[in-house]
């Protein structure tokens, strides 16, 4: 019998450089760089990094801001077989110490901005090249010899981390099969076209830039890179380009809608916009589909899973009346089971298990960690949903945000969707407080956008749709810009809970 080697990112972009040399793969500023010229780049860093003394399976860390220069560290990588660890700059320098500690890379790639971070937290003292006028001269004294493919398969190709909200972060190791596998799913279930252009404007440690970024390079799309949310930026690529995927995420949305506001646009076209609706207050939905003529992706997945589990429904352009119940993505097999892994019944909720070929191959050097969330074969998400006779699926929670309240079981986003649905409120976050009958109760910090907007207002709409034991116990509102989000928008709800252990007035308005 013969073995056949698996594909790899690497030789599916050297194919796609063959195919459309001249066609545009990358987008920066003005910048425009064809396959054929990222190929020739890339191959001249494979050199580079094999030249010092980088081989397969080995690591190269990266801390940089979105740039070309790491969207072709990761095509180098490919080709070669090493794994690329893609350092979040978001992060203290102890948390950095500690991601450049679990990957042991041999070589680290930063940008001069970060140069001095680095050197101060790189306790493996590996060696660096640093982005700018450096790197380009590496490129320049290589060869551009198309190298010998290696690796692919299961290998991993980078490792991305998970935010440590309980703990340090832990690295997830997202393989060439499971990235060539979510830019099937992504093209399958969005209807994304080869010529279609992806905006990797969130940061390139995250999975959304980094997972579709390759996917459109394996497709033959060009990649719009941009530095973090930059309006003229958005406003010039909307305007230009044909557009598969707009990403939009909490927290920028709503300096979008007033960046764009009043302006005439002329879009080229847009397929989809956005992510993650049951995070965004609804108004904002109506409106970014509006103003963009474009439906919104009634998104779920996670680093771990890619778009995956249920990511394949869209919210239709201007929709004032939104459903959140979600279509699962193709591609995977998902479970609803309860705390012995028993399935649940239909209509119940249950924590989501995955499996399939977008899912990642586990976290780096956890061996008791992936042992336990791959139990019995399936990835268990710590995300709790309920599927509904149609098949769709509606997120509940994450299963350690759950509030246990007399007996009761309170899932925070469930309230958070009844606030985030009145006008007046541009995002919420319900966290527990301890309480001495109750054991612990919802509270919700809200940013609202009226000074009409009042706490009895936001109560009295929680009772028309709640049962009494979730209706928040305490409301406070705050200001949009003083909610702690991660690089994804999400509110980390473990710093707002502390601000529910010291007692404040309660406020009816803005002011």
């Known amino acids: 019998m013969q073995v056949h080697e698996s594909s790899s990112i690497g030789a599916l972009f050297r194919e796609r450089a063959r195919i459309d040399r001249t066609a545009v793969a990358l987008i920066e500023g003005e910048r425009r760089v064809s396959y054929g010229e990222l190929n020739d780049r890339v191959n001249r860093l494979v050199h580079v990094l094999v030249a010092r003394g980088v081989g397969p399976g080995d690591r190269v860390a990266i801390l940089a801001r979105n740039c070309a220069a790491y969207v072709e560290l990761e095509l ?90 309980t703990g340090r972060p832990k690295g997830a190791v997202i393989s060439h099969r499971a990235l060539i596998a979510r830019g099937a799913v992504f093209g399958m279930d969005l209807g994304i076209m080869s010529n279609e252009t992806f905006v990797a404007w969130a940061p390139l440690f995250h999975m959304a830039s980094t997972d579709q970024t390759l996917a459109t390079l394996m497709r033959g799309g060009s990649v719009a890179i941009i530095d973090g949310y930059d309006a003229h930026a ?59 003529n474009a439906p919104y992706v009634n998104s779920f997945g996670a680093t771990e899973t890619g778009l995956p589990p249920a990511s394949a429904g869209l919210i239709p352009i201007g929709s004032d009346s939104i ?52 139990r019995g074969g399936w990835f268990h998400m710590g995300d709790v949903f309920i599927r509904h006779d ?60 009226d000074p009409r907007v009042t706490i009895e207002q936001l109560l009295q709409r929680c009772e028309r749709q709640l049962a009494r034991y979730k209706l928040p116990k305490e409301i406070r509102f705050v200001p949009f810009g003083d909610l702690p989000r991660s690089a994804t928008g999400k509110v980390q709800r473990h710093e707002v809970e502390p601000w529910f252990e010291v007692e404040a007035p309660q406020v009816n308005s803005l002011g």
């Open 76 to 165: 180098a990588a490919a080709k070669l077989g090493v794994l690329v660890a893609a350092l979040n700059w978001r992060l203290s320098a102890s948390e950095l110490a500690h991601c450049v500690a679990l990957a042991e890379p041999s070589l680290i790639v930063v940008a001069e901005d970060y140069a001095a971070t680095i050197f101060d937290v790189d306790i493996a003292n590996s060696p660096r090249i640093v982005l700018g006028a450096e790197y380009e001269t590496c490129l320049a004294r290589a060869e551009n010899r198309e190298p010998l493919i290696r690796g692919g398969g299961e290998d991993g190709l980078v490792i991305l981390y998970t935010s440590g909200t």
């Open 234 to 292: 958005f406003e010039r690529t909307i305007e230009s380009e044909h557009i598969g995927w707009l990403p939009l995420i909490p927290g920028m949305i709503e300096s979008l809608l007033k960046d764009l506001g009043g302006r005439t646009l002329r879009i080229k076209g847009i397929r989809a916009i956005g992510a993650m609706p049951d995070l965004v207050a609804m108004h904002h939905i109506t409106q970014a589909t509006t103003v963009l």
């Open 323 to 374: 459903d959140l119940a979600k279509r699962q993505s193709s591609l995977c097999e998902i479970r609803l089971v309860d705390v012995n892994d028993e399935d649940v019944p239909m209509g119940m909720p249950g924590e989501c298990a995955i499996r399939g070929a977008t899912l990642f191959s586990g976290y780096w050097l956890e061996e008791e960690v992936n042992a336990q969330e791959f």
């Open 390 to 449: 149609d098949g769709r699926l509606s997120f509940m929670d994450r299963v350690k945000y759950l509030i246990k309240s007399g007996g009761e079981n309170i899932y925070p986003a469930e309230i958070e969707r009844v606030l985030l649905s009145d006008p007046g409120v541009d995002d919420a976050v319900v966290v527990r407080r301890a309480d001495a009958n109750w054991g612990e109760v919802p509270v919700a910090a809200v940013a609202v956008n």
